[in-house]
């Protein structure tokens, strides 16, 4: 049970199945199904078994000890799955804490409490209970612009903002470092202490947490603000709204360039397999090699603009904006498309293996490996964002106007 402090929050100063009807009542929507049980009929077909697993998250080092989800995507190489934290049995509101929030995705220690930022230029921090964590506190400045989704670390809780910093907070709300860089609308990703951040001037900033100047900055050209992910070795993939996809080396070396042909607004995932996923703004999911060639794609029925997420098979999940979740398996069949009544959102991946993910038509869902529904719960607003998997079989999420948590 972490301690809790009294009142307020942190002011920052940088900062079903294909053909299912979601109108239709639900198949078992008020018994939901055992996910772990559906899980299990999922095979790693279409694996290369001659590729080792590498680790699902890379670098950890520079993360509080413990399971948490410490960044979009959960981790340096933003995975969009847990290899520990299982998600929720049932759509059990938890508790709700009303916030205009800034269309970004919860962090989450291992004790369970939870940060997030808003529109009001705050970043709200609450216990796994809901109630704040920290008492009116030293009065920070505001930021001029929102702040990007929150990534913790062991120094404290990193933030980009609009205004071009990327800022350092102490758990109590204490400010540190200060770093100078374009605009920054996409989270950080963190590695040991290594961060990379890509500003809307189409830059990429590497640096190292206490130095005094970046390690390294290269040109990826991208303005829509894609969040970058860390592999293996400190290898560094970002996507460009000019509708490429870059890896760099720890060095900021270039690798490749991937042409997707359309804008890649969402991070790219990448997984334990050696594969990253992605998808592009003509409706395209794509999975390629940290080699840089394509493995496979699939074409959806609107623009593919949030991140994607990799299940322990491989499968990757992608929502769209057709309104579906679309599951493209290693082999490149697609196993399942998910029907709801609106735009999808970036899913994520619990570790027994049921997908969780929001929808514009303000419904959040959560489905098996092989696309039934397992329940469903109305969030009275569009939900965008990626969701967070917590300890304890919970799960938090934002709305337009409330965070909420799921799960007994």
């Known amino acids: 049970m972490p301690h809790r402090r009294a009142a307020a929050t942190l002011l920052l100063a940088a900062a079903a199945c294909s053909t299912s009807d979601p109108a239709k009542p639900a198949p078992d929507a008020s018994t939901p199904r055992d996910a772990s049980t559906d899980a299990s009929d999922s095979t790693d077909g279409g694996v290369d078994a001659s590729l080792p697993r590498t680790s699902p998250c890379g670098d950890t080092s520079g993360f509080p000890s413990g399971d948490g989800w410490f960044m979009p995507g959960g981790c340096a190489k933003r995975p969009g799955r847990s290899a520990n934290l299982r998600g929720p049995e049932n759509q059990t509101l938890r508790w709700k804490y009303p916030a205009v929030t800034a269309g970004g995705t919860p962090a989450v220690m291992p004790d369970g409490s939870v940060y997030v930022a808003t529109k009001d230029l ?14 009116a506190g030293p009065s920070l400045a505001t930021l001029s612009a929102e702040p ?5 670390t062991k120094s404290g809780v990193l933030v980009g903002g609009l205004d071009g910093s990327l800022s350092l907070f102490s758990l109590d709300g204490l400010p540190g470092p200060r770093y100078a860089m374009g605009p920054i609308r996409s989270s950080p990703a963190v590695a040991g202490k290594r961060v990379v951040a890509t500003d809307t001037n189409g830059v990429l900033h590497a640096l190292d947490l206490g130095a005094a100047a970046a390690a390294f900055t290269v040109r990826t050209e991208d303005t829509g603000g894609s969040s970058p992910a860390i592999g293996d070795g ?9 509708g490429k996809l870059y890896a760099f080396g720890a060095d900021g070396a270039p690798r490749w360039t991937f042409d997707a042909g359309a804008k890649i607004t969402g991070s790219p995932a990448v997984s334990d397999l050696q594969t990253i996923c992605f998808g592009a703004e003509d409706g395209t999911m794509f999975v390629v090699g940290e080699d840089g ?22 499968t990757c999940y992608c929502g769209s904006a057709d309104g579906k979740l679309h599951a493209l398996a290693p082999t490149g069949k697609e196993t399942f498309a998910f029907t709801t009544l609106g735009a999808v959102g970036a899913p994520v991946v619990g570790s027994e293996g049921a997908i969780y993910f929001g ?50």
């Open 148 to 152: 990007s989704s929150p990534v913790l």
């Open 293 to 314: 060639k394509e493995r496979t794609r699939l074409k959806t029925g609107g623009a593919v603009r949030a991140s994607c997420a990799f299940g322990k098979d491989g």
């Open 359 to 408: 929808s514009e038509d303000t419904k959040f869902y959560s489905v098996n490996p092989k696309g039934e529904l397992l329940w469903a719960v109305s969030a009275g607003s569009p939900v965008r964002a990626q969701a967070a998997i917590a300890p304890g079989r919970r799960l938090y999420f934002t709305s337009e106007t409330q965070l909420l948590a799921i799960g007994d």
């Open 122 to 135: 705050r970043i709200l921090a609450l216990s796994d209970r809901g109630v704040p964590l920290h008492d």
């Open 234 to 242: 400190g290898a560094i993939y970002a996507g460009s709204t000019n």
